[in-house]
């Protein structure tokens, strides 16, 4: 087509007219654009460009990070703005963003490290900045976050400081200041410009050009929040990183292609080359190859296996579809990825020549891969290689012979014992056994459950025993009701929809209990192809969610019961400090030797590092404490000893009561806290700043975990409960160290019971020897009743908090929030009622001032007093008085006036004033407009409404004395 546009120009006139049929379009910017009609069936709509992970390391240390081919650093290098660009490339390359997607980020959009670690964390695209215009959630690895971590606090914070210092930022006209970022699943930008108008927009529809005005309020002025500055520390426009990927390309042809060595031929180039979207390439080959082939060949997957796999989690083509946006399955596969459907995942695995899969990491000698048969572009380094020059077989990274594992790498099975027992594995490699023979129906009903139980003891489906105990529970009370039946049910196919319907009305009298089994039991029996149809519809019918009846506790009853926990808790850290202190007195020789203190110091010491007193062993009595230590003790109960350095169940359930009254935390959350990790403020102050991770499983994958800063500044402030809390825990914690490497929980307590050995898997997720982890719910029922409550105080408490004291969600979405916990308790319930009703009386207020209730007459009253706008019909008995008598209401104010009378002779008029309220819409400021002339311009458009076509009429009726009037009406000249 180009070819036929250039001969058919006028200077050029080879052929009279453009032979190819076109028609126009609009571009992805808003341009015309003509294109063909027709196009060949095998026309390539994109030119793919793969790069290995060897190759890109090589691209990334020579052309950004000025190594030279021998791998050190070139002399001179300056490399300005070198982690800026290293970070931004690396994120193209692990995440498949499109240039723009990238560019476009802002600092909050950009995940954080966290302190449990993992390979890959996970950030949420804007639906303005994609190509799709749809939101999208993307992964990075946990390396290039840290490399971005890296950039914001060293060269991006460096370039705003010296931007801030050279007033740079005053000058920027456009600047809107960002004050507020609602939370919620559409966050809300609202800001301010300099001029004082406010503005708000929904974070995702912002387009790029909007988000390089955004500015956040630093400690020493404005700063961008557009992640990627330049150097005079603004915005870094996306078309510019065009500019870094050639400089890079140039530098890799000018160090790895000397002058003496190089061909005519670019692709015998040694030199790498890498665009924007080679990045994005190369990521979706990359996780082409993870998921079609080594889950494949590593995992060991038999064909019926792999077909189990692909119907859980999908198929792996519409994964990398998801994962890069794209809107049909056929970009992915015909524009990113056609090759790979025959040898993409042969090329980086070496399959061809037998080697393991993972070659993806270990292929090329730093050339880039490019798809068999795609077009060149004449630049360096897109050559063609076929899998035999780019596989590099069972070798290592130094050519070795890699060592391959003795051990079969498969996951354990989950279904033994001829498939009536379930070994369900958690995240942290435990293992809960459930013996199916113990339920009371016939063996083919036991495999059927059990084949549907183990399908879910998966990571990605149940990765805790909790959840898989809850529904045990409710499957061993189901199988009692089918083995009570007159009838036995054979087999999950022989399941009829009467036998559901007589269980679920067996468990109408529950309520919450009853709801939990009807749906834990129908949503694992669904699971079996097998039901027949009617089966299938009783189970898949709605089951009602009982009414929620717990409600917050009144303000003394929640009183009372921080005021006990608070009790306890002070005095078992006040005993632990005190101790404490005696012993650094002992460990710094401050006591003399073989003296009281001196004794009592080294049983302290003995109980911090064993968690028991001095003791010897008898026959009969087993250990006995030493009779001098025992002495200085003041006895040998619990009390006198282990207790002075260590909490009791009863003191950590207090403690877990103190941090719910607090942050509103639930019972799971503060169980599985970890230690959180204190830096010192950045201030002269020196205060503690605590990082505390907060994890929810019932928020879903990728929402487990939640960062809070809290600040101890001293007392009744956020952090100095965790700054006690960590004091009171602080042997416990090093004393389960030494049993325990590794472990990294906050609330622990010793007892006087050892490990249950009937169940040694779930004693050893929950306690290292005589310490115990977390707080359950038993323990919280124990410590209510000790103390004089009715039930646990952990649900009722968190509600209190975060309703009536909070009044924000804690870890709970604001949708959660209104409708499970403000809608349904009392409490709110009757706050709010005086509000609504304050609310309601206010909108009617204005409604009576905003309607229209002048009286509209067909002729005038030579009784009434005319005004500028109506007849006044009583001017001394009006709505609105003056203060000296009489009527105190503007003209405007008289068609709000019942004493108020509107004949012909005022149409005209008032269709003119209608009409010039209009004009002034346009041009003055919305807010101000609607405050000074929006309660009259509404009277009008009700008049409007009244009259009809009399209106229009009265329109063409304006004379000279009716815009003389309403001119001075206006301009506030008849205010006088």
Same mark, same amino acid.
């Given at each position: 087509m180009s070819l036929y546009k250039w001969a058919s120009k006028p200077r050029n006139a080879f052929v009279p007219r453009n032979p190819v049929p076109t028609h126009q379009v609009t571009g992805r910017y808003g341009q015309i654009i003509e294109v063909p009609d027709d196009k060949a069936k095998n026309t390539k709509a994109s030119n793919v460009h793969w790069l290995t992970p060897r190759t890109f390391r090589l691209w990334v240390d020579v052309g950004l990070r000025g190594r030279g081919a021998d791998g050190l650093r070139a002399p001179g290098w300056v490399g300005r703005l070198e982690d800026r660009n290293v970070a931004f490339v690396r994120l193209l390359y692990s995440s498949g963003l499109r240039r723009l997607e990238g560019a476009s980020l802002l600092t909050f959009e950009v995940p954080s490290l966290r302190l449990e670690g993992g390979r890959y964390y996970t950030g949420r695209l804007a639906a303005a900045v994609t190509r799709s215009k749809q939101a999208r959630t993307y992964y990075v690895a946990a390396g290039v976050v840290g490399d971005i971590e890296n950039y914001v606090d060293s060269s991006r914070a460096e370039v705003i400081r010296k931007a801030q210092a050279k007033g740079r930022y005053d000058g920027v006209r456009d600047m809107r200041l960002v004050t507020k970022v609602t939370r919620g699943p559409k966050p809300i930008v609202h800001w301010q410009d300099r001029d004082g108008a406010m503005g708000r927009v929904a974070l995702t529809d912002a387009l790029a050009e909007e988000r390089m005005t955004w500015y956040t309020e630093g400690p020493n002025g404005p700063e961008p929040l557009w992640l990627w500055l330049n150097e005079r520390g603004l915005p870094f426009q996306p078309h510019s990183w065009e500019n870094v990927f050639t400089a890079a390309n140039k530098r890799c042809r000018a160090?790895?292609?000397?002058?003496?060595?190089?061909?005519?031929?670019?692709?015998?180039?040694?030199?790498?080359?890498?665009?924007?979207?080679?990045?994005?390439?190369?990521?979706?080959?990359?996780?082409?190859?993870?998921?079609?082939?080594?889950?494949?060949?590593?995992?060991?997957?038999?064909?019926?296996?792999?077909?189990?796999?692909?119907?859980?989690?999908?198929?792996?083509?519409?994964?990398?579809? %998801?994962?890069? /946006? !794209?809107?049909?399955?056929?970009?992915? #596969? &015909?524009?990113?990825? @056609?090759?790979?459907? +025959?040898?993409?995942?042969?090329?980086?695995?070496?399959?061809?020549?037998?080697?393991?899969?993972?070659?993806?990491?270990?292929?090329?000698?730093?050339?880039?891969?490019?798809?068999?048969?795609?077009?060149?572009?004449?630049?360096?380094?897109?050559?063609?290689?076929?899998?035999?020059?780019?596989?590099?077989?069972?070798?290592?990274?130094?050519?070795?012979?890699?060592?391959?594992?003795?051990?079969?790498?498969?996951?354990?099975?989950?279904?033994?014992?001829?498939?009536?027992?379930?070994?369900?594995? %958690?995240?942290? /490699? !435990?293992?809960?056994?459930?013996?199916? #023979? &113990?339920?009371?129906? @016939?063996?083919?009903? +036991?495999?059927?459950?059990?084949?549907?139980?183990?399908?879910?003891?998966?990571?990605?489906?149940?990765?805790?025993?909790?959840?898989?105990?809850?529904?045990?529970?409710?499957?061993?009370?189901?199988?009692?009701?089918?083995?009570?039946?007159?009838?036995?049910?054979?087999?999950?196919?022989?399941?009829?929809?009467?036998?559901?319907?007589?269980?679920?009305?067996?468990?109408?009298?529950?309520?919450t209990i009853g709801y939990k089994e009807l749906t834990v039991v129908s949503g694992l029996l669904l699971d079996d192809p097998r039901l027949t149809a009617d089966a299938r519809e009783a189970l898949s019918k709605r089951i009602p969610q009982p009414k929620v009846t717990e409600t917050s506790f009144e303000d003394a009853e929640f009183a009372a019961i921080t005021s006990r926990a608070r009790r306890t808790f002070r005095s078992a850290h006040l005993r632990i400090t005190e101790n404490a202190r005696h012993l650094a007195d002992w460990r710094s020789g401050s006591f003399a030797r073989d003296s009281d203190e001196w004794l009592l110091g080294e049983a302290l010491d003995c109980i911090a590092r064993t968690g028991e007193p001095p003791c010897y062993a008898t026959e009969t009595h087993g250990n006995r404490i030493i009779h001098r230590y025992m002495r200085v003790l003041g006895g040998e109960n619990s009390r006198h000893t282990w207790q002075r350095l260590f909490?009791?169940?009863?003191?950590?359930?207090?403690?877990?009561?103190?941090?719910?009254?607090?942050?509103?935390?639930?019972?799971?959350?503060?169980?599985?806290?970890?230690?959180?990790?204190?830096?010192?403020?950045?201030?002269?102050?020196?205060?503690?700043?605590?990082?505390?991770?907060?994890?929810?499983?019932?928020?879903?994958?990728?929402?487990?975990?939640?960062?809070?800063?809290?600040?101890?500044?001293?007392?009744?402030?956020?952090?100095?409960?965790?700054?006690?809390?960590?004091?009171?825990?602080?042997?416990?914690?090093?004393?389960?160290?030494?049993?325990?490497?590794?472990?990294?929980?906050?609330?622990?307590?010793?007892?006087?019971?050892?490990?249950?050995?009937?169940?040694?898997?779930?004693?050893?997720?929950?306690?290292?020897?005589?310490?115990?982890?977390?707080?359950?719910?038993?323990?919280?029922?124990?410590?209510?009743e000790a103390e004089g409550f009715a039930s646990s105080p952990f649900r009722r408490g968190r509600r209190t908090v975060n309703v009536v004291h909070r009044r924000e969600p804690g870890q709970n979405s604001q949708d959660t929030h209104d409708s499970t916990y403000v809608l349904t308790d009392p409490r709110a319930q009757a706050a709010a009622i005086p509000v609504i009703a304050a609310a309601a009386e206010a909108v009617v207020t204005k409604a009576r001032e905003v309607t229209f209730a002048a009286q509209v007459r067909e002729t005038a009253d030579p009784a009434d007093h005319p005004t500028a706008t109506a007849d006044c019909h009583d001017y001394d008995n009006s709505p609105f008085p003056s203060g000296d008598g009489g009527c105190g209401a503007s003209f405007l104010m008289c068609l709000a006036c019942p004493n108020a009378r509107v004949h012909p002779a005022h149409h005209s008029r008032l269709a003119h004033l209608h009409h010039a309220l209009d004009n002034l819409r346009t041009v003055m400021d919305p807010g101000q407009w609607q405050s000074d002339w929006g309660d009259a311009h509404a009277r009008l458009e009700h008049l409007k409404r009244l009259l009809g076509a009399d209106w229009d009429k009265a329109l063409t009726q304006v004379t000279a004395g009716d815009r003389e009037l309403i001119d001075y009406l206006l301009n506030g000249d008849l205010d006088q």
């Amino acid at each position: 087509m180009s070819l036929y546009k250039w001969a058919s120009k006028p200077r050029n006139a080879f052929v009279p007219r453009n032979p190819v049929p076109t028609h126009q379009v609009t571009g992805r910017y808003g341009q015309i654009i003509e294109v063909p009609d027709d196009k060949a069936k095998n026309t390539k709509a994109s030119n793919v460009h793969w790069l290995t992970p060897r190759t890109f390391r090589l691209w990334v240390d020579v052309g950004l990070r000025g190594r030279g081919a021998d791998g050190l650093r070139a002399p001179g290098w300056v490399g300005r703005l070198e982690d800026r660009n290293v970070a931004f490339v690396r994120l193209l390359y692990s995440s498949g963003l499109r240039r723009l997607e990238g560019a476009s980020l802002l600092t909050f959009e950009v995940p954080s490290l966290r302190l449990e670690g993992g390979r890959y964390y996970t950030g949420r695209l804007a639906a303005a900045v994609t190509r799709s215009k749809q939101a999208r959630t993307y992964y990075v690895a946990a390396g290039v976050v840290g490399d971005i971590e890296n950039y914001v606090d060293s060269s991006r914070a460096e370039v705003i400081r010296k931007a801030q210092a050279k007033g740079r930022y005053d000058g920027v006209r456009d600047m809107r200041l960002v004050t507020k970022v609602t939370r919620g699943p559409k966050p809300i930008v609202h800001w301010q410009d300099r001029d004082g108008a406010m503005g708000r927009v929904a974070l995702t529809d912002a387009l790029a050009e909007e988000r390089m005005t955004w500015y956040t309020e630093g400690p020493n002025g404005p700063e961008p929040l557009w992640l990627w500055l330049n150097e005079r520390g603004l915005p870094f426009q996306p078309h510019s990183w065009e500019n870094v990927f050639t400089a890079a390309n140039k530098r890799c042809r000018a160090i790895l292609d000397p002058a003496s060595e190089r061909r005519l031929d670019p692709h015998s180039s040694k030199a790498p080359y890498a665009t924007p979207h080679s990045c994005r390439h190369s990521f979706a080959l990359y996780m082409l190859v993870i998921l079609h082939h080594l889950l494949d060949q590593r995992m060991g997957l038999t064909p019926e296996e792999r077909r189990d796999y692909r119907l859980l989690y999908g198929d792996p083509w519409r994964m990398v579809q %998801d994962l890069l /946006g !794209h809107s049909h399955i056929e970009t992915t #596969r &015909e524009r990113y990825l @056609s090759p790979g459907r +025959r040898s993409a995942a042969e090329v980086l695995a070496g399959h061809r020549t037998g080697g393991q899969a993972g070659g993806a990491d270990r292929a090329g000698d730093g050339r880039c891969v490019r798809s068999p048969g795609a077009r060149s572009r004449g630049h360096p380094g897109h050559r063609r290689e076929d899998a035999g020059s780019v596989a590099s077989g069972g070798m290592s990274r130094r050519g070795r012979t890699a060592s391959l594992p003795t051990t079969p790498q498969r996951r354990p099975p989950v279904l033994v014992s001829d498939g009536f027992v379930v070994k369900h594995r %958690d995240g942290d /490699g !435990h293992v809960e056994t459930y013996d199916f #023979r &113990e339920l009371p129906v @016939s063996d083919a009903m +036991r495999r059927s459950l059990a084949r549907l139980f183990a399908a879910r003891c998966v990571p990605s489906r149940w990765a805790s025993h909790l959840t898989s105990r809850h529904h045990w529970v409710h499957l061993e009370t189901f199988a009692e009701h089918l083995s009570a039946l007159e009838e036995p049910v054979a087999d999950l196919d022989a399941l009829t929809a009467a036998v559901w319907k007589e269980w679920e009305l067996s468990r109408r009298n529950t309520q919450t209990i009853g709801y939990k089994e009807l749906t834990v039991v129908s949503g694992l029996l669904l699971d079996d192809p097998r039901l027949t149809a009617d089966a299938r519809e009783a189970l898949s019918k709605r089951i009602p969610q009982p009414k929620v009846t717990e409600t917050s506790f009144e303000d003394a009853e929640f009183a009372a019961i921080t005021s006990r926990a608070r009790r306890t808790f002070r005095s078992a850290h006040l005993r632990i400090t005190e101790n404490a202190r005696h012993l650094a007195d002992w460990r710094s020789g401050s006591f003399a030797r073989d003296s009281d203190e001196w004794l009592l110091g080294e049983a302290l010491d003995c109980i911090a590092r064993t968690g028991e007193p001095p003791c010897y062993a008898t026959e009969t009595h087993g250990n006995r404490i030493i009779h001098r230590y025992m002495r200085v003790l003041g006895g040998e109960n619990s009390r006198h000893t282990w207790q002075r350095l260590f909490l009791t169940r009863m003191e950590a359930v207090a403690l877990g009561v103190l941090l719910m009254a607090e942050h509103g935390w639930n019972l799971s959350v503060i169980s599985r806290l970890a230690v959180p990790r204190a830096t010192p403020d950045a201030g002269t102050d020196g205060n503690r700043i605590y990082r505390v991770e907060l994890e929810k499983r019932k928020r879903g994958g990728g929402h487990y975990f939640e960062t809070r800063n809290l600040t101890d500044y001293g007392a009744d402030t956020p952090g100095r409960l965790i700054t006690q809390a960590l004091e009171a825990t602080v042997f416990a914690r090093a004393a389960v160290h030494e049993l325990r490497p590794g472990t990294d929980r906050f609330v622990i307590w010793r007892t006087t019971r050892p490990d249950n050995a009937e169940s040694p898997e779930r004693q050893k997720k929950d306690s290292a020897g005589l310490f115990r982890f977390g707080i359950t719910g038993q323990a919280a029922k124990v410590w209510s009743e000790a103390e004089g409550f009715a039930s646990s105080p952990f649900r009722r408490g968190r509600r209190t908090v975060n309703v009536v004291h909070r009044r924000e969600p804690g870890q709970n979405s604001q949708d959660t929030h209104d409708s499970t916990y403000v809608l349904t308790d009392p409490r709110a319930q009757a706050a709010a009622i005086p509000v609504i009703a304050a609310a309601a009386e206010a909108v009617v207020t204005k409604a009576r001032e905003v309607t229209f209730a002048a009286q509209v007459r067909e002729t005038a009253d030579p009784a009434d007093h005319p005004t500028a706008t109506a007849d006044c019909h009583d001017y001394d008995n009006s709505p609105f008085p003056s203060g000296d008598g009489g009527c105190g209401a503007s003209f405007l104010m008289c068609l709000a006036c019942p004493n108020a009378r509107v004949h012909p002779a005022h149409h005209s008029r008032l269709a003119h004033l209608h009409h010039a309220l209009d004009n002034l819409r346009t041009v003055m400021d919305p807010g101000q407009w609607q405050s000074d002339w929006g309660d009259a311009h509404a009277r009008l458009e009700h008049l409007k409404r009244l009259l009809g076509a009399d209106w229009d009429k009265a329109l063409t009726q304006v004379t000279a004395g009716d815009r003389e009037l309403i001119d001075y009406l206006l301009n506030g000249d008849l205010d006088q």
